[in-house]
């Protein structure tokens, strides 16, 4: 079928060019607007890349309401930049658009609106609901009788959020082996970093005690992001899976990577040009 995608083997290289642009559209967009979460949104770039071009998520950006695609919701709906790059990557809107971030009368708001944007499955941005919308996806899959996959990348002190353990619990009771979430593990969250805010690690072992299927991987390495996302398809143990990724926020541009004081908010013009001048080596 024109404009779905397959499952054939990764370009690693191809995929690293696709990742560097996106970056490069984050801060772009963000620096645009004078506002967003560009060290959040950087932080997930791998991810996406791995699913959207890596020939995991099945979709086809002509008909983003097709029946049997899959489906990918970002539970941290801050996030946005990174979704709305990675949509207009794989051709649901031009690219061109993504400068109008956060401007008046754009589709492209600062939390992702799935009544505006071809391509978003959810609403998000009330931290901790994106699992349980997920579950309801799974579910309706199941119903149907559909054999789409349901992928949710959620936050680590997103996951502080009482809900997601409710989620958590009724993944395992209903047997949802068709949803794998995705915890953007980058270590920091809006006022501190997670340990000091409230410590919830080990992420992967307390979703393993809530019988999920969980792996810890570098969130980076496109390589084991794409084997650990590929995976839930060729399991038969019908069990929910949960990927931690370890990220770096504000991987990619060496001044913003990690520390506190960047958390939602944009580059000026010049730390724009220093961060682009990083990002085209």
Request: with cysteine.
């Amino acid at each position: 079928m024109a404009g779905v995608t397959t499952r054939p083997a990764i370009d690693l290289e191809v995929l690293r060019e696709r990742a560097l642009r996106i970056r490069r559209e984050i801060i772009e967009s963000t620096t645009a607007a004078g506002s967003g979460h560009p060290t959040t949104s950087l932080s997930g770039v791998e991810i996406a890349v791995a699913l959207y071009f890596g020939g995991i998520l099945r979709y086809d950006a002509k008909r983003p309401r097709w029946p049997d695609r899959d489906r990918f919701i970002l539970s941290e709906g801050h996030g946005a930049p990174l979704l709305y790059a990675v949509l207009a990557e794989a051709g649901y809107f031009p690219t061109a658009e993504l400068n109008t971030l956060r401007k008046f009368g754009s589709p492209l708001e600062g939390h992702p609106n799935m009544r505006k944007v071809p391509g978003v499955e959810a609403s998000t941005g009330s931290l901790g609901e994106g699992l349980s919308i997920g579950i309801g996806h799974a579910l309706a899959g199941r119903l149907d009788g559909k054999d789409y996959h349901v992928f949710v990348m959620t936050g680590d002190g997103e996951i502080e959020e009482g809900q997601v353990w409710e989620a958590a619990m009724a993944a395992v009771q209903f047997n949802l082996s068709n949803l794998t979430l995705i915890v953007n593990n980058n270590d920091f969250q809006q006022t501190a970093s997670i340990e000091k805010v409230m410590n919830t690690k080990p992420i992967a072992a307390k979703f393993e005690s809530f019988g999920w299927i969980a792996v810890d991987i570098d969130g980076h390495d496109l390589t084991a992001v794409h084997e650990a996302l590929a995976v839930p398809r060729r399991s038969s143990e019908g069990r929910p899976q949960c990927v931690v990724a370890h990220t770096v926020k504000g991987k990619g541009v060496s001044f913003i990577e990690g520390p506190l004081g960047h958390h939602g908010k944009a580059l000026t013009a010049d730390e724009a040009k220093r961060a682009l001048a990083e990002l085209s080596r």
